[in-house]
């Protein structure tokens, strides 16, 4: 199969509708990162997807909407929160977990009875879901595993003879994919994944919004999980990543004794100053080490880093989706000074 690469005129957004309408698979562009676009209600192009992303089976998809209202067409409930969260942040970078009904097959919703819904506000994935006529599963459009895509070109370069077309919607937004959530109660949101709408933006609507523990701790592997990047190694590039947690001061002492050939380190904007190592900056603040984390993951695979030691952002705010995400590149392992 040959990948083609569709611009974002209307033209090219029909074709690329009518790819997915026809079963097949596209990348599409999202404010978060971009995605790998499936009919959801089709269990065959579903199917599609997860053979593309070598992703596997028990790891559900998210399923993207037009509009909200959409949402009590797949779902058997919609609690209160849900639709008052909805008029805050749809269309935005929030998914929510609601039972589902049997419009969505079990393999779309990784075998579980529940569903993640979001509305995207990139305007390129939202007119192809209304030129599409269906709604679309979209987990993010790089190898499982592998850091997410947020161009076109990480695209091409990871689904290239393995999709239809990937259109080209420009750079992501906001660099991580979507905060993900469920409803332990009517008043209390618990984060499975973190994103760019923050636990604090959440209480802003919610009387008590809990952090799950896998977001920061491994999960069995035998345990289903609600939120895609709950399980498994994520977003890892080929070179070894160690996250370091430490100020700029000990960051630097301790690439002293751990500098060698093949080494890289990861540093925040504005600390790489006279700094002696092969390096990359990642961002001064957590919205811009969000924004531009999983392109460096990908330069640095491209500049042949064998290991990489990047000083760990902030766990608060934006800081925590950048946090969790650099984690589980890592592995887990965390070197605190």
Known sequence: METILLSSSEPDLAKAASFISGGEIVGIPTETVYGLGADATDPEAVRKVFAAKGRPADNPLIVHLADFSQAKDYTTSIPELAKV??????????????????????????????????????????????????????PSANTSGYPSPTAASHVMRDMNGKIAAVVDGGESKFGVESTVISFDDDHTARILRPGCVTREMLLEVCRDVVIDKAILSEVAAGEKVSSPGMKYKHY?????????????EDFRSFADEHCSDGTYFLLYTGDEEDFPYKYMTYGRTSEEQAHYLFSRLRELDEAGAERVYVRAPSSEGVGLAVYNR??????????RI
């Open 85 to 138: 969260l909805a008029e805050r942040f749809c269309p935005g970078p929030l998914t929510m977990v609601l039972p589902k009904n049997d419009r969505i097959p079990m393999v779309t919703s990784g075998g579980l009875d529940t569903v993640g819904i979001r509305v995207p506000s990139h305007p390129v994935m939202h007119r192809i879901i209304e030129l599409s006529g269906t709604v679309i599963a979209a």
């Open 236 to 248: 890892s590039p080929k070179a070894h990543i160690i996250m370091v947690e430490a100020s700029a």
């Open 326 to 335: 650099l984690i589980r590149a890592a592995g887990f392992e965390v070197i």
